[in-house]
């Protein structure tokens, strides 16, 4: 028996199970989903949460939201509640496609 035979029975070649889907990845893909239009994403317990939160979003800290700059997020408290929105914008610097066709 050589090594090659040896290590056969040990070692098995497959790759990693696709990642877990996260909650962010979900948010991230409803918003991606209706471009544009401001949500809720999370309710926070301060308004510090809050703002933490909604500046992971735009700075993309979060993979779900990259890159960066792709995501708008801001935090307000309305009627006590500490809320983060945001909304999908995409790349503003490249210029959207008109017709949607590819050239």
């Not at 401001?38 to 308004?47: E, G, K, N, S």
């Not at 997020?73 to 503003?92: I, K, L, N, P």
Request: cysteine-free; proline content about 7%; hydrophobic content about 45%.
């Amino acid at each position: 028996m050589n090594a090659s035979t040896a290590a056969a029975g040990v070692v098995e070649f497959l790759g990693p199970p696709p990642a877990a889907e996260s909650k962010h990845s979900r948010i991230a893909a409803a918003l991606r989903a209706r471009p544009g239009e401001w949500a809720v994403v999370q309710r926070a317990t301060t308004i510090a949460r809050a703002a933490s939160a909604a500046q992971a979003i735009r700075s993309a800290k979060l993979a779900a939201y990259g890159p960066a700059g792709l995501f708008q997020a801001v935090s307000r408290t309305v009627d006590g509640e500490h809320r983060v929105y945001a909304r999908f914008v995409g790349d503003q610097r490249r210029p959207p496609v008109v017709g949607g066709g590819a050239q």
